[in-house]
């Protein structure tokens, strides 16, 4: 991390706090650690973790560029990372290879191991959530084991299905919703990352760490036919019994 953070305006009503120049657990938890002491200041809108910095949103009409820097200032000063403590931790079911991670090959050759040890391996770390993004529920995890690093697709898919495990370089992360993308895909997630209709619509935040389970096909069915279930539940109690037309 740097020695003193660095700030940069962002427009007429936001700031960034810089803290380093490298992806660091260290940083990313003094970053959350401050996000959760500075919630209180007057003026601030929304705070945004990045890998290592904090895009800081502030109304313009009660704070400044200045005033709010110097707020930030002490509170950088002031904040431990032991004082944010750790995250909460998840366990994520995955169903690796065949249809869903077309990419498991081609990363299991590009580091010369096998399908089974690049599972194994990927499924072995605690994974740090630096931040979401790119989408709503989009998780940039930290901890990959660099056995298993492997470089983007060429050429983006047109479309990437709801919860596909990908990796890129030295990172892994979870389509919450289908999309393109350029990811290299090694499995599945029948869980919901992103669920508008919920009270939370994204459950998982940076700080938390996350933890993949390697499932079966049919334990992904399963698992995805309860979650239709409970969904369903849930509309008929928030709806009703539907009334007959005349």
Known sequence: MYDEPRFLPAGDS????ELSDAIEAECNRK??????????????????PTYRSILVYYDPLVTNFFGLKDELNEAYKN???KSGGRGRTFTIPVCYGDDFGPDLKFVADHNGLSEEEVIKIHGSADYLVYMIGFM????????????????????????????????????????????????????R????????????PVPIRAGDTMRFKRIGEKEYEKIKEEIRKEETRKEMRVGGPGKNES
Do not use: H
């Open 189 to 200: 997630t029948p869980v919901k990352m992103y669920d508008p209709e919920s009270e939370n």
């Open 14 to 17: 936001a700031l960034v706090l």
């Open 31 to 48: 970053i959350i650690s401050i996000i959760r002491s500075v919630e209180k200041i007057k003026g601030i809108k929304e705070t945004v």
């Open 136 to 187: 709503p529920g989009f998780t940039y995890l930290g901890g990959m084991d660099e056995r298993i690093a492997t470089p983007r697709l060429e050429k983006p898919r047109e479309k990437i299905p709801a919860g596909s495990v990908g990796i890129a370089g030295k990172q892994t992360g979870i389509y919450p919703l289908g999309s393109p993308g350029g990811w290299r895909i090694i499995g």
């Open 79 to 81: 904040t431990e990372i």
